[in-house]
């Protein structure tokens, strides 16, 4: 079982609609979990942090959390064609920053 | 305000030679990271570190080496490089991997075995 896991995509949203990105993970001890942004040929940047089951907002982006079903998910609301790009979720424990295989978006106008 | 500088950007490498992929921050980070990532892949940990002189491995770290002498440069060695570790090295740092403290990350290594 891989460590980090994300829905394979890629995921294609039209303009102004809402994506939504997934993720599970195998370490129950895992402590913080991050979206990452990657622009193709570019450094990941990171987008979203989050470290208690629940929501987080900020600004169009949503981070949930839920540690019994050890699942993370970031919703994009308003996606714009800049959006586009692959994001990565990486999970944390004990200094160990692990990633998945990321999921390429593309939002068509 | 240089943040995490890798060296070099581009290196092709024939069968068997080895090379050290240089790694330094200048922003007093303990955590230190070696990712590779291959084409339409994500980041996979080859070697971490949580402070100087502290490494372990990650979740691919055959093949390659790393020191951590200084605060400041993580170092990733290859020896006998071979074609399957053709990618784009990443190096990394944080405060710590929690809170509001993200990755830095360097602009990367494009690194082809031929």
């Known amino acids: 079982q891989k460590e980090v896991e994300q829905n394979s995509g890629p995921l294609s949203v039209p303009e102004g609609a809402i994506a939504s990105l997934n993720c599970t993970y195998s370490?129950?001890?895992?402590?913080?979990f991050f979206w990452y942004r990657q622009y193709s040929g570019k450094s990941p940047e990171l987008i979203m942090s989050?470290?208690?089951?629940g929501d987080k907002e900020d600004g169009r982006f949503t981070a949930q959390l839920n540690k019994a079903s050890q699942y993370v998910s970031l919703l994009i609301r308003d996606s714009q064609p800049s959006d586009s790009a692959t994001y990565l979720c990486?999970?944390?424990?004990?200094?160990?920053?692990?990633f998945g295989q990321g999921t390429i978006l593309t939002v068509h106008p | 305000n240089a943040g995490v500088t890798q060296t070099p950007k581009f290196r092709i490498l024939k069968i068997g030679q080895s090379m050290t992929l240089q790694c330094t921050q200048d922003?007093?980070?303990?955590?230190m990271y070696w990712y590779r990532q291959d084409p339409g892949m994500g980041l996979k940990l080859i070697y971490y570190?949580?402070?100087?002189?502290?490494?372990d491995k990650g979740e691919v770290p055959n093949g390659y080496n790393v020191s951590r002498s200084t605060t400041e440069d993580f170092p990733l060695r290859l020896e006998l490089a071979a074609p399957s570790q053709t990618s784009v090295y990443f190096c990394?740092?944080?405060?710590?991997?929690?809170?509001?403290?993200?990755?830095?990350f360097g602009n990367g290594t494009r690194l082809t075995v031929t």
């Open positions: 990394a740092s944080s405060y710590q991997p929690k809170g509001d403290s993200p990755l830095h």
């Open positions: 370490d129950r001890g895992s402590q913080s």
């Open positions: 989050i470290y208690s089951n």
């Open positions: 990486a999970v944390a424990r004990t200094g160990k920053l692990t």
């Open positions: 922003m007093n980070h303990n955590y």
């Open positions: 570190s949580v402070g100087a002189g502290i490494t």
